[in-house]
Structure formats: C-alpha cells, structure tokens
C-alpha cells in the first residue's frame, strides 16, 4: 500500500498556522492556502505524478468520460492535472491544442472533486507581432507591455481575459479550485517571446509583478499559487537571476526535457540533478515547495525510461510533483506517457507502484483542513 496522505490533515494545520504570510496573495482562500501547504508536506514523503492535458484526450481518443492515459496503463489518474490557456487571451473558443475552455473548465472541476490537483500554463501570443509565444520576431515584446508601452492595454486586456476565465474555475457550489498558475515558463531559454535574448531581467521581474498585481488586486482573484519555472540551469545565479522575488513566487518549479533518445540520458540526468540541486537549495533557502513542472522524453524511446532515467534522477530530491507533457493525437510521436500497448507500459506501471509516487487516489484532505 502507498503511503496514505491522511498525515496532511493534521500537519497542514500546524504548517498553514505558522506560515499563511509567506503566500504571494495574502488573502488565498482556505483550501488554496491548504494547498500550498499540502505540497511542501506531500514533497517530503512522496512525489505526485502528473500529467498534462491528462483527461482531455490521448493517443487515440478525445473527450472520452473519465478516460486517460494514465488511468488506462497504470490503473489510476494522475494526482496533477496540466491545462494550458492559451487562446483565451483571444477569445477564442478552444486552446491552442484545441481543447475548448468549456470542456477544460468540466475537466479541472472533475479533477478537483476526485482530489486531484490543477496547474495551468500559458503560451500567450505575441502581442506584438500577431504571431504564437514561438515568434521571437518581435524584438523586446516585453517591454511594450509594461506600463507606459504601446501594448499595455492590449496586454491588460488579454490578462483581463486570463483572469475571467480563471474566476470561472469554481465547483458547482461557487467554491473557487485552487490553480497552479504558471505563466512565461521557460524564460531562460530563447524560444519563446518572454525569453533571455529578449527582455532585461528587470522587464521580465516586472512584467511578473504586474500580471499578478493585476490577477490578484485588480482582479481580487485568490485561488492562485504563482509558479515560476525556468528552463535547465546551471547554477543558483542563472535561477534567480530573473526570479521576480520571494514575495511574487509561491513555488519554484523547473522544465526540463530529455532530448536525443539513448544518446542523450547522461545528459539529461546531469542536468536534471545539477538544476534539481539547485531548486532544491533554494526552495530550502526560501522556505518554498517545488516541483518538476514539465518533463519527459518525446515518445518514450527507452522503454524502461521511467524506472532507469526519470526516478534515478529526481530520487535524491523532493519535488512535490513531477508532470510529463501531452499525449498529443494528432502530432505523430508526441507523446510523454505511456498509452495501453506501449512499449513502457510495463515499466511505467513498476514506477508508479513505488510508495513514493503518488497517483490521484493517494491523495487525501488536501484542501479541506481547517
Ligand atoms: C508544446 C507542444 C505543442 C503545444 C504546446 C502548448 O510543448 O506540445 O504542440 O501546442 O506545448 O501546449
């Protein structure tokens, strides 16, 4: 049997009455402060699995009820949900990977009444250019977004958009679901318009601070954990150097992928470990939870990737959670987790059997301690 997370219950109560000042939003709701505080405990007994776009549709199927991925290998959801938001800045009807914002909305609320945990992306749109996050065309996009530039009303209104949709998030009670906000991920790399090459580090700070200024003040939304997750890095300075402060950040979080099949595994495990050492000395340092945010090998190459290269990798640390990328079904060989008839099914299944991996039904009282 897995560990049981009952334990949470009763260790919230003491971690939520000792540290309630050091969210981003003072005034979060219970059981987004229950949350918050959930993961640093989860993180020291176990890490939770997630998944992205987990049960919108995978490797042949969409919209399916209660179908995932997941769930169909390893007999059980997983405990973090990843959706991603972009196109609702534009009003449109569907994300960028088609998922409409109706059904996302059923899915994070299905998620949320089974006790499952959701964390939301954002690859906006250039502003700028009219081109995706990927069109690095624009020059400092950044920049014109912040007050006193020429796109600072387009860009209020789009995060307005982000906002709406966000306060729509709630059981059928009116409860708001507690959110994992993850916006301008990835910054320190190049490829998306938010990136390194294209902004100060100060441009970026602030371009941080009035998003959450505006979702939180402005819009007094308060179900948002704020996640800030960098690409690999090498070391404490490349982390923080445009980490907007301890007071704009709720979690530390991490992307990193493994590229180039078998070729690339001691790669991907030294950074892995080295940029883990890192988030791991400065979640310490700060006194802050975090977690692998995006991971994963694009079609699962190596059929024992799970147990051999991801586990032995993130074993000597403790991220509350670890989410593998979409099972895309109609980009060929896009996809992060196993579906039934894979080659790694067996495997993955040996890695989510492990007492410290948690699935969706190890979870227990996370929002709802008093
Ligand atoms: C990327 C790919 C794209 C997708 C984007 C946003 O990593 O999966 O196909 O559009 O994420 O979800």
């Given at each position: 049997m897995r560990i049981i997370i009952l334990l949470v219950s009763c260790l919230a109560i003491t971690a939520c009455s000792k540290a309630h000042?050091?969210?981003?939003?003072?005034?979060?709701t219970s059981q987004t402060r229950n949350l918050y505080y959930a993961l640093r405990i989860i993180s020291k007994q176990g890490v939770m699995l997630g998944h992205q776009d987990d049960t919108a549709y995978g490797i042949g199927w969409w919209?399916?009820?209660?179908?995932?991925d997941v769930k169909d290998v390893a007999g059980d959801y997983p405990a973090v949900y990843g959706w991603e938001l972009g196109g609702v800045e534009k009003?449109?009807?569907?994300?960028l990977d088609s998922v409409t914002f109706i059904q996302m909305r059923y899915l994070i609320e299905q998620a949320y009444q089974r006790g499952g945990i959701n964390t939301i992306s954002w690859h906006t749109n250039n502003i700028s250019t009219g081109?995706?996050?990927?069109?690095?065309?624009?020059?400092?996009v950044v920049q014109t977004l912040l007050?006193?530039?020429?796109?600072h009303q387009e860009f209020v209104t789009r995060l307005n958009r982000v906002g709406e949709f966000l306060r729509?998030?709630?059981?059928?009670?009116g409860e708001a679901i507690p959110i994992l906000f993850r916006p301008f991920?990835?910054?320190?790399?190049?490829?998306?318009?938010?990136g390194r090459d294209f902004c100060t580090p100060e441009q970026y700070k602030t371009l941080w601070q009035q998003t959450v200024v505006y979702l939180?003040?402005?819009?007094?939304?308060?179900?948002l954990i704020y996640v800030y997750s960098p690409d690999r890095v090498a070391n404490v300075d490349e982390y923080t150097e445009r980490y907007p402060g301890n007071e704009w950040v709720d979690v530390l979080g991490l992307d990193l992928y493994h590229f180039n099949g078998a070729d690339g595994t001691e790669y991907y495990k030294e950074c892995t470990m080295r940029s883990l050492q890192v988030v791991d000395s400065l979640a310490q340092i700060n006194d802050k939870p975090y977690a692998f945010t995006e991971t994963g090998l694009e079609g699962?190459?190596?059929?024992n990737w799970f147990t051999e290269v991801l586990y032995p990798a993130i074993r000597p640390y403790n991220p509350a959670y670890v989410l593998l990328w979409r099972n895309s079904i109609?980009?060929?060989?896009?996809?992060y987790a196993p579906f039934p008839g894979h080659d790694s099914c067996e495997d993955f299944k040996k890695f989510t059997i492990q007492e410290e991996v948690l699935l969706n039904?190890?979870?227990?009282q996370v929002y709802n301690v008093q």
């Open positions: 000042s050091k969210m981003t939003d003072p005034n979060a919209g399916e009820p209660d179908r995932s009003s449109d009807l569907s994300n081109g995706n996050a990927w069109d690095v065309s624009g020059g400092n007050a006193g530039g020429k796109n729509t998030l709630t059981t059928a009670d991920h990835e910054h320190t790399g190049n490829w998306f318009w938010w939180r003040d402005t819009m007094g939304l308060h179900n699962i190459t190596i059929p109609n980009i060929p060989g896009h996809f039904g190890d979870l227990f």
